[in-house]
């Protein structure tokens, strides 16, 4: 059986800069591992801090913290949100509230879950 695959956002802070990455993976080591290898934004990441776990922040649920170090001793500070893989699709309403209520409905009706009796 395979592993279920989860999407992992990543919202980095690193020299002045805040950039936002996704990966799908397995795991959040597999996530962090996959992000490292194929960020387009973000070079010299200090591979051997990778296997620091990392943090779950105060006040969250699921909203996790990692601060590592480029080649030119700059920090990087990642903040990781796990998710399910399917996202939101674009296009249902311009307002992102009126898209993820109107997502949500149509998720219920696919369930038989919200139906008018």
């Not at 973000?42 to 801090?49: A, L, V």
């Not at 996790?64 to 296009?91: H, K, M, V, Y």
Request: hydrophobic letters at 35%.
């Amino acid at each position: 059986m395979t592993k279920p695959k989860y999407l992992f956002s990543f919202v980095v802070e690193h020299a002045g800069h805040t950039i936002v990455e996704e990966v799908v993976a397995s795991s959040m080591r597999a996530a962090i591992k996959r992000w490292a290898t194929t960020s387009t934004a973000i070079t010299g990441i200090d591979s051997e801090r990778l296997f620091d776990p990392p943090s779950l922040i105060d006040g969250t649920k699921n909203v996790w913290c990692l601060a590592l170090f480029d080649s030119q001793e700059r920090r990087i500070l990642i903040n990781i949100i796990p998710t399910l893989r399917r996202a939101i699709p674009s296009g249902y309403a311009s307002d992102p509230d009126e898209r993820l209520k109107g997502f949500l409905r149509r998720s219920r009706r696919r369930q038989g879950r919200g139906r008018k009796q």
